[in-house]
């Protein structure tokens, strides 16, 4: 006893076990948290966030094979290169398949990591040690980290996020080289992975300019050099050259409905979160104790204020949905915030009942259903998982368990100022989060299933398996961008993409070529094997060979260029014709189109009867009947017959329809069917 009180130095036994059982439990919770992970994404078998997936994918595949950055063969300036500079690796010695796999376990890992800098910051904010351990958990808890199993930037930057804000708090509470290099390593790094962190330094600079005024300069020389660097570069180059690809987003202003968002986005944010721990958190940001507190409550309502006004810049310029992908680094704040609430021996009583009041009335009258709905949840695993409850229980079902969830946590915020036990309150959110997590695990794979069926061969590389090389993807008008994209993600033999007719880019990060036909039917610049996407094209090439083919792609082979010998605009894969469309033969090598076409029209027996013209030449088509149709051709050059219907159907996949038809069958003159003749 005499020698432990002569030594007060040293760690006692006691405090040994404490560090040594927060040790122990922060890594049950990194560790837990990977393997589930690990498991969810084994369940999410095909990427489906488009064209972002893919973006990251093709970067990291330029350089694993040691090129610089670039999308299919041109270079592609970006700002956010530490996620491709981390996967390429994967792709560098891995199947397309492969890397996909280990790309998905190694976001596991980071996104569980964020786990350590909520428990590191809890600890700072002096906070118990069991509370910094639930802080962690519910950051692993949260529905966002099913990012793990998609291949972007976000499972990168979220644990360096937190890291760099961590750290911010400890150089503005003592400003030393050692904890300001840290900042500096972070928010850099937090940066390079998604340039949207490029709030982290403005934060910083706002902490430190409320918190030491005049001595700012003395105190926070090296950040604010450091800072003063890119600064300038960014002035003297200009943000479109600095932005890359993101260039376009320097257009985006403020409107009328920019507040209007802002404040969705944090009620949304709230209502993630179960309400519960938001008001105790809100009064405690705005009555911090102490320089630690007020640099943390600084730097937290800073960076928050400058990653809500991004989400609704975009969300009030045309995106229209919850971009929760873009806010959701500030939840693990929440109960932070909520744990000096808690140690302050909950204050503001009438702000937090004001707040919760405040929140359940947002609640009722904000229906998530329309939020959730179609599109609207697709930044949103939140959202995703209210849509899933809808589903299962019905929309009028889900808007009510929805409503008790919020009344609840109104509810429990308010006890929580009359003394609730906070394990209580804290587990009750865990328990929330957790729920809400599952159901968006389960709502992510049930996607992510539908598009590996829908979208991607039963051997997702089936065009690398053909042998071929340097494959040129044509796009043509209609053609889905998801489903062409998944080809682009799975094989590495697709090198270049161009677009015929009126077709749309799968993306529009770099220019895209259109194909130029030639007078005589030649393709040009495509090289000699081209991927087809016949869903609302019907081709016929004179001089290619039929490799492979799924779906609506066809793997053609050419003897030099491709060259058409008949196109048909508006009939899709399935013999649907649009409204509008037209037909297109090119001549021989005479220079002359003559012979004879032939196709056949036709409606199902419970359709109505349309009409429909060729040219002059109007047809009648009666259900459940079938009209032949023949046409000749005689011309000089390529021969172009138009079609026009004034009626038409909406069939369930939204098509705007006329008729069917088969597939226009031209025989030249004196002409024999050519074995090498392949269609598309």
């Known amino acids: 006893m005499a020698l432990d009180a002569a030594l007060p130095g040293f760690p006692t036994a006691r405090a040994l076990s404490r560090g040594l059982t927060a040790r122990v439990g922060l890594t049950l919770v990194v560790c837990a948290s990977f393997l589930l992970r690990v498991v969810a994404a084994g369940a999410h078998p095909a990427p489906r966030y488009f064209p972002d997936e893919y973006l990251y994918t093709a970067l990291a595949r330029a350089i694993g094979t040691g090129h610089a950055p670039a999308l299919r063969g041109q270079p592609a300036h970006v700002p956010m290169i530490l996620e491709p500079l981390l996967a390429a690796p994967f792709h560098a010695l891995f199947s397309p398949e492969g890397a996909y796999r280990l790309t998905q376990i190694e976001n596991a890992l980071f996104m569980s990591l964020a786990a350590v800098p909520v428990y590191l910051l809890a600890r700072r904010l002096s906070l118990s040690t069991r509370y910094a351990l639930a802080c962690a958990l519910f950051t692993v808890a949260i529905p966002d980290l099913i990012y793990a199993s998609y291949t972007l930037a976000d499972p990168v930057a979220f644990p360096l996020v937190l890291a760099a804000l961590c750290s911010g708090v400890a150089a503005l509470e003592r400003p030393q080289a050692r904890t300001q290099i840290a900042f500096l390593v972070f928010a850099a790094l937090a940066t390079l992975a998604r340039i949207q962190y490029v709030v982290l330094p403005l934060a910083f600079l706002a902490g430190a300019l409320v918190l030491d005024r005049r001595a700012v300069l003395r105190r926070h020389r090296l950040p604010l050099a450091m800072f003063a660097l890119p600064a300038l570069a960014a002035l003297a180059l200009g943000p479109s050259r600095i932005l890359g690809i993101y260039a376009p987003i320097t257009h985006l202003h403020v409107n009328g409905q920019f507040a209007k968002w802002a404040l969705l986005n944090l009620f949304l944010l709230a209502f993630s979160t179960g309400i519960v721990l938001t008001p105790g958190a809100v009064v405690a940001l705005a009555r911090p104790r102490g320089r630690t507190e007020t640099a943390f409550a600084l730097l937290a309502v800073t960076f928050v204020a400058g990653v809500v006004s991004q989400g609704a810049l975009f969300g009030s310029n045309g995106l229209d949905r919850f971009p929760e992908r873009y806010v959701f680094t500030i939840l693990p704040l929440i109960p932070l915030a909520f744990g000096l609430y808690l140690k302050h021996g909950r204050p503001g009583r009438s702000a937090v009942v004001a707040l919760s009041c405040l929140l359940f009335i947002a609640a009722a009258r904000i229906p998530l259903a329309g939020f959730a709905a179609a599109t609207g949840r697709s930044d949103s695993p939140f959202l995703a998982a209210v849509a899933r409850i809808e589903e299962l229980v019905g929309t009028a079902n889900g808007s009510l368990v929805l409503s008790l969830a919020a009344a609840l946590g109104a509810a429990g915020a308010f006890a929580v100022s009359r003394g609730l036990s906070a394990r209580v309150a804290l587990g ?224 369930p996949d939204l098509r705007h329809v006329s008729v069917r038809s088969t597939r226009p069958i031209f025989r030249r003159s004196g002409a024999r069917p050519r074995a090498s003749r392949s269609q598309a």
Request: no cysteine; aromatic share 10%; charged share 20%.
């Open 428 to 651: 009750s959110v865990v328990a929330f989060m957790a729920a809400a997590s599952a159901t968006a695990v389960a709502a992510d794979a049930r996607g992510a299933q539908a598009a590996r069926d829908s979208f991607v061969a039963p051997s997702a590389s089936w065009i690398d398996a053909a042998g071929v090389r340097d494959v040129t993807l044509v796009m043509t008008p209609g053609a889905s961008n998801a489903r062409s994209i998944e080809q682009l993600y799975w094989n590495r033999s697709v090198t270049r993409e161009v677009t015929l007719g009126g077709a749309a880019a799968t993306d529009p990060y770099v220019a895209v070529p259109r194909v130029a036909i030639a007078a005589d039917g030649t393709m040009r610049n495509v090289g000699s094997t081209i991927l087809f996407e016949s869903y609302g094209a019907t081709a016929q090439f004179d001089n290619a060979a039929l490799i492979a083919s799924f779906n609506t792609f066809r793997l053609l082979s050419a003897e030099g260029a491709p060259r058409l010998s008949l196109l048909e605009w508006g009939r899709y894969s399935d013999g649907w014709l649009a409204p509008r469309g037209r037909l297109t033969i090119w001549p021989d090598r005479s220079g002359r189109t003559r012979g004879t076409v032939r196709f056949s029209l036709a409606l199902p027996p419970s359709a109505r009867a349309e009409r429909i013209s060729f040219g002059r030449t109007v047809y009648d088509v009666e259900p459940g009947a079938r009209t032949d149709v023949t046409l000749s051709v005689d011309a000089r050059g390529p021969w172009t017959l138009p079609f026009s219907s004034a009626n038409w159907v909406r069939l």
